[in-house]
């Protein structure tokens, strides 16, 4: 069974990613390939620029949307809610700490929350990572990811907002330039080809930022126009032609989007135009990814707070259904605030869908403020159980068969069988829009799904064709303030939104229980969850009728208990 999912995992990765990946694998097992940093020195050195960095329409700003730092003068960090105290000297690699939280120590977002006035903090906090974090394969602030993002951060902060204030300092000035340029080669040994996807792009927009504040020798050119060129590729690859990434994660959407704001007017020629309307692209698609409150649906590894929205993407929704087809997205924002987000998509590109969740045909409905029925998010990316479940299809609102996931999901970023649904009818008026989309997740049991949606009222049909004789399962979660129980034929449901009513035909039983909700890291959150079961019968669908009616929640007197079944 491991063999054939290893292979199930392994083979849609194209060839090249393959050998990649092996060179990977023996530069971890034989550190002698690893180049040095001895042996990068050798080579002739790069010089800051000190003209053309004048970059108009294009303020520099921090990427993070929360603060994470929280007393330099005692080493306190907080990420993903965990705050640490590093202690002095600062223990740069915080073994104890988990890996992404080690990951965000080393990305210096932080840099950006201390005082604007106080360059002094901002030398000593500097200096005393290059001094105190060496160069090493081991060492987590190496690694390519943390290293591409550390590279940015310093490139937009030191070397352009601050430049004139750092330059004073001579001494400073040259160990900066000497870390600077050590990591910008360290990173051009390592760019992650085994990975690809978001961690590729960061690499190559690193090195390009580079060779715009620093000026390579002239034995470098060849290798700028490579790089160049390699990054032009990766975002014609991975920015949809409707201008969403394709790894489909909503804030994995915004940091894209943000990264290549900041990198276009920092090129020149046909990158820059291409980047551009790229750019403008993905605006306009990431417009469509939030909800009228300006949160992102949490579709895929996506939660809350992590990135902020631009605001170039402000007010470039228009009320009315909208499709992004190469994307696999649908849905409706209507003029009072209601808004319907569908996941038809594939679950991301099949070399790297480690960003992806068994979510097929998963869907998120909000009105104003508030939501109704909602997706999982993210409680974190270490393998365990709390991984498995946010992964889960049982974690969304979909169906499930037998207990098993629409797509193999493994471990904390792997995939092995892959899912393609397809869209079978689009249609759409003022106040209306239906959607039907079917996958063969469970094959040869077919899922077809039909969601028609108008103000207030929302109707999903789901056929399974091909399931006599196997258990269907049917998951709604809704927001957390939701409070449920059963009058006559119909669930009610009243909390923060309003009132809620839900009517089924063709399930068994139903149980109301609760679920854990992640809309950001580091957060769990109790959230009722129905669980409807039904006996498939070919041809005949389970038809779940909402309707929602936002008036002023009131306190139910019968409330239906966590875990209570009723049949129907």
Not at 143 to 170: K, M, T, V
Not at 278 to 300: D, K
Not at 318 to 340: D, I, K, T
Not at 532 to 557: F, K, L, Y
Request: include cysteine; proline fraction near 7%; charged fraction near 20%.
């Amino acid at each position: 069974m491991r063999v054939g999912q290893l292979w199930r995992t392994i083979q849609p990765i194209p060839w090249p990613q393959r050998w990649a990946l092996l060179q990977h694998r023996l530069r971890r097992l034989v550190p002698i390939l690893e180049p040095s940093m001895l042996r990068l020195r050798r080579s002739c050195p790069m010089v800051a620029r000190t003209v053309g960095l004048t970059v108009a329409g294009a303020p520099v700003q921090c990427p993070e949307g929360t603060k994470s730092l929280v007393d330099w003068d005692t080493a306190t960090f907080c990420f993903q809610r965990e705050t640490r105290s590093l202690g002095w000297p600062i223990d740069w690699e915080a073994i104890e700490a988990p890996l992404l939280w080690r990951y965000h120590l080393h990305y210096h977002d932080w840099l950006w929350w201390l005082p604007t006035c106080d360059i002094g903090k901002l030398k000593q906090s500097v200096s005393h990572w290059i001094e105190g974090h060496r160069c090493s394969t081991k060492a987590v602030g190496w690694q390519p990811y943390p290293l591409s993002l550390r590279l940015i951060n310093w490139s937009l902060l030191l070397l352009e907002h601050h430049r004139e204030s750092l330059q004073g300092d001579a001494e400073f000035w040259q160990l900066l330039l000497r870390s600077y340029e050590d990591q910008w080669r360290w990173l051009e040994c390592h760019v992650e080809w085994h990975l690809g996807a978001n961690h590729l792009l960061e690499n190559l927009a690193a090195l390009q930022l580079g060779l715009f504040y620093l000026e390579p020798p002239a034995s470098w050119q060849d290798r700028a126009r490579q790089i160049e060129k390699w990054l032009l590729f990766e975002c014609q690859q991975q920015v949809l032609p409707d201008g969403v990434h394709y790894e489909r994660s909503p804030m994995y959407q915004l940091r894209i989007l943000w990264l290549l704001e900041v990198l276009a007017p920092r090129c020149q020629g046909d990158l820059r135009r291409q980047l551009e309307e790229t750019v403008e692209r993905m605006r306009q698609a990431t417009a469509l990814l939030l909800h009228s409150n300006h949160q992102p649906a949490l579709l895929n590894d996506s939660v809350q707070g992590v990135y902020s929205i631009p605001d170039s993407v402000h007010n470039r929704k228009s009320p009315g259904a909208w499709a992004l087809p190469n994307a696999g997205y649908y849905g409706f924002h209507s003029q009072e605030g209601e808004s319907l987000l569908i996941d038809a998509a594939p679950i991301g590109p099949d070399h790297q869908p480690g960003h992806a969740h068994a979510d097929l045909f998963t869907f998120e409905w909000s009105r104003q403020a508030e939501a109704l029925l909602t997706d999982t998010g993210v409680f974190q990316y270490a393998a365990g159980p709390q991984r498995d479940w946010d992964r889960s299809t049982a974690a969304h609102n979909t169906v499930s068969i037998d207990g098993k996931n629409s797509c193999e999901v493994w471990s904390s970023f792997r995939v092995g069988r892959r899912v393609k649904p397809i869209v079978l009818d689009f249609q759409f008026s003022d106040r209306h829009m239906t959607l039907e989309a079917s996958h063969a997740g469970y094959a040869p049991t077919i899922h077809r799904r039909r969601w028609h949606w108008t103000p207030g009222q929302l109707v999903v049909h789901d056929w399974l064709e091909g399931a006599t004789g196997r258990n269907a399962v049917g998951h709604w979660h809704l927001a957390p303030g939701w409070v449920g129980q059963v009058l006559a034929d119909r669930w009610v449901f009243e909390g923060p939104g309003g009132r809620a009513e839900l009517m089924l035909e063709g399930a068994n039983q139903v149980e109301l229980t609760e679920s854990p909700y992640s809309p950001q890291m580091g957060v769990r959150i109790s959230r009722p969850s129905l669980i409807v079961r039904w006996n498939p019968i070919e041809g005949v669908p389970c038809i779940a009728h909402w309707s929602w009616q936002q008036v002023e929640a009131t306190t139910p007197t019968h409330r239906r208990q966590a875990g209570d079944a009723s049949p129907l």
